[in-house]
């Protein structure tokens, strides 16, 4: 029981530092092109790089929106999903906005667009690692039951 327990918890940490490292490799290399892009003579002091991260655990705390203990239907997810979508997109403007970075709205539809090709990549790497644990643990699964027959 408790083993099994462990290993719940360990699979969930695991989905979370696996998004947490997607979130902030895509939010540094977002940054730094659009950075690139819209403000060519900026220049940052190292407290930036704490932004990536920071943004990151953020967000990976969002998904536990998605957390269930039942299995939920393919509306109540993508529900769930969107819920956690908005959530993101309201953190990073408020935080922008408290920090007071105000954006033009080019700037701010750029920015929305980016936390939305993020976020779909997020869960697209997510289904791409999820997809290779089921296709191993099928493939071990049909080992054994033919070690069985």
Same mark, same amino acid.
């Given at each position: 029981m408790i083993g099994m327990? @462990?290993?719940?918890? %360990? +699979?969930v940490l695991t989905r979370y530092l696996v998004a947490f490292? &997607?979130?902030t490799t895509g939010l540094c290399v977002a940054e730094g092109?659009? +950075?690139i892009w819209l403000l060519p003579d900026s220049r940052l002091? @190292?407290?930036?790089?704490l932004v990536p991260p #920071? @943004? %990151?655990?953020?967000? *990976?705390l969002t998904g536990l929106v998605t957390e269930s203990r039942k299995e939920l239907s393919v509306r109540e997810m993508l529900f769930r999903i969107g819920l956690q979508w908005l959530l993101i997109e309201g953190m990073v403007f %408020? &935080? $922008?906005f408290a *920090? +007071? $970075?105000r954006f033009t709205p080019?700037? #701010? %539809?750029? &920015?929305?667009g980016e936390i939305t090709c993020i976020f779909v990549f997020v869960y697209f790497v997510m289904w791409l690692n999820e997809r290779r644990i089921a296709r191993e643990f099928n493939r071990k699964l049909a080992s054994l039951q033919a070690l069985n027959e």
């Open positions: 327990l @462990f290993h719940r918890i %360990g +699979g490292c &997607v979130i092109v659009l +950075g002091p @190292f407290s930036a790089y #920071a @943004f %990151g655990l953020m967000t *990976v %408020g &935080v $922008n *920090v +007071g $970075n080019m700037m #701010a %539809g750029i &920015v929305a």
